[in-house]
Antibody, heavy 120, light 110 residues
Framework: QVHLVQSGAEVKKPGSSVKISCKAS????????MQWVRQAPGQSLEWMGW????????MYSQKFQGRVTITRDTSATTTYLELSSLRSEDTAVYYC?????????????WGQGSLVTVSS | QSVLTQPPSASGTPGQRVTISCSGS????????VYWYQQFPGSAPKLLIF???RRPSGVPDRFSASKSGTSASLAISGLRSEDEADYFC???????????FGRGTKLTVL
């Protein structure tokens, strides 16, 4: 079955960067997209961007343009989210979620989430 | 509009039918599919409905959804205590070129 396992919690200083990993298993990694979504404490979900695992093309939310980078390592079946110039408002749980573009089932499987705390 | 509008809360008694609304605009719900997710505290969201009305395998047929114009709704029939969770709607927005989510509706089973 499909599993997305994310890296652990991080505590970061304002102005620094964080890189979160999402390891996929149980399906053909390169045939899907991977999306990244975050959820601040007690808040709704916020889309950050996606990557086409097959060709590496990316698309980012306008809100995070210039600060976010999504990459993938097909040999490791792992996707990465890097967010730079961190500020306290970036404190949130970050999720990877698979996008089954072929059937239109977006965010059909989710990772367990990675808590990022930004604090001085 | 940077977010879809949902009521903050909804409630019902076991066995009842409850609906949760999601309001958007012509650039998102009005022209694109709607998705619904269920989230329990401390857990990741789970896909309930995709492409506006379709259920993934494993999701009970007690869950159904519809769309009219720029609004969508999720219906839960035969309400059970285990349905108590947060429910989020989502849709692609053509103007923003990005995914929008609702603020979420907390469902309480009385």
């Amino acid at each position: 079955q499909v599993h997305l396992v994310q890296s652990g919690a991080e505590v970061k200083k304002p102005g620094s960067s964080v890189k979160i990993s999402c390891k996929a298993s149980g399906y053909t990694f390169t045939s899907f997209y991977m999306q990244w979504v975050r959820q601040a404490p007690g808040q709704s979900l916020e889309w950050m961007g996606w990557i086409n695992i097959g060709n590496g093309n990316t698309m980012y939310s306008q809100k995070f343009q210039g600060r976010v980078t999504i990459t993938r390592d097909t040999s490791a079946t792992t996707t990465y989210l890097e967010l730079s110039s961190l500020r306290s408002e970036d404190t949130a749980v970050y999720y990877c979620a698979r996008d089954n573009v072929k059937v239109g089932a977006t965010f059909d499987y989710w990772g367990q989430g990675s808590l990022v705390t930004v604090s001085s | 509009q940077s977010v879809l509008t949902q009521p903050p809360s909804a409630s019902g008694t076991p066995g009842q039918r409850v609906t949760i609304s999601c309001s958007g605009s012509s650039s998102n719900i009005g022209r694109n599919d709607v998705y619904w997710y269920q989230q329990f505290p401390g857990s990741a969201p789970k896909l309930l409905i995709f492409r506006t009305i379709r259920r993934p395998s494993g999701v009970p047929d007690r869950f159904s959804a519809s769309k009219s114009g720029t609004s969508a709704s999720l219906a839960i029939s035969g309400l059970r205590s285990e349905d108590e969770a947060d429910y989020f709607c989502a849709a692609w927005d053509d103007s923003l070129s990005g995914w929008l989510f609702g603020r979420g509706t907390k469902l309480t089973v009385l």
